[in-house]
């Protein structure tokens, strides 16, 4: 970026072109939308994404395969030394707390406690994976982790595998 591109596109305090007004102004007559068409219209709008009647791109690539990132738990890590200098010693560590804290966003996610950072004194954790660190660091000084249940898999297949017939 050069500092003489910097407001580039910004139009301060500088006149609205007036098209239409004649020939000497280089934008006279058909007020620089070209001669007939939809294009020259009031009200004339255009998607970005229109080819002039060719089928779009959108529509030409072909769809395949399947991605389940929609479905996908949302895992929220949170380090131990950050939860030393938000909470005191003794707290009860959840989704719920560290939620109010600002240290997650939500507490309906996936929380994972990671590091392996030394705290001084005994925390109890109630969230869903703790890292061997984390796990190894809490245990040393007389922490308490209780895994909470996450999401149960997906079921692929429900049905009975087929038997050949003697």
């Known amino acids: 970026m050069d500092i003489n591109t910097v407001n580039q596109g910004v139009r ?5 072109d007036r098209v239409g007004r004649g020939p000497g102004s280089g934008n006279g007559k058909t007020a620089g939308r070209g001669a007939n068409g939809q294009g020259s219209r009031a009200g004339f709008s255009l998607s970005a994404t229109f080819e002039g009647g060719q089928l779009p791109l959108a529509r030409r690539i072909p769809k395949r395969g399947f991605n389940n990132k929609v479905f996908a738990d949302v895992v929220e890590s949170v ?7 938000k909470f ?8 719920e707390t560290l939620e109010e804290r600002g240290l997650i966003s939500s507490s309906k996610s996936v929380v994972k406690i990671i590091g392996d950072s030394e705290l001084p004194g005994a925390y109890s954790f109630k969230v869903h994976r703790v890292s061997e660190g984390a796990r190894a660091a809490i245990e040393k000084v ?25």
């Open 79 to 85: 380090a131990l030394k950050t939860v030393v200098r």
């Open 142 to 166: 007389g922490g308490t982790i209780e895994i909470l249940p996450g999401k149960k898999p997906v079921v692929k297949n429900k049905m009975k595998p087929k038997t050949k017939k003697a």
């Open 12 to 16: 301060k305090n500088t006149r609205k």
């Open 88 to 95: 005191e010693q003794g707290a009860v560590i959840s989704p």
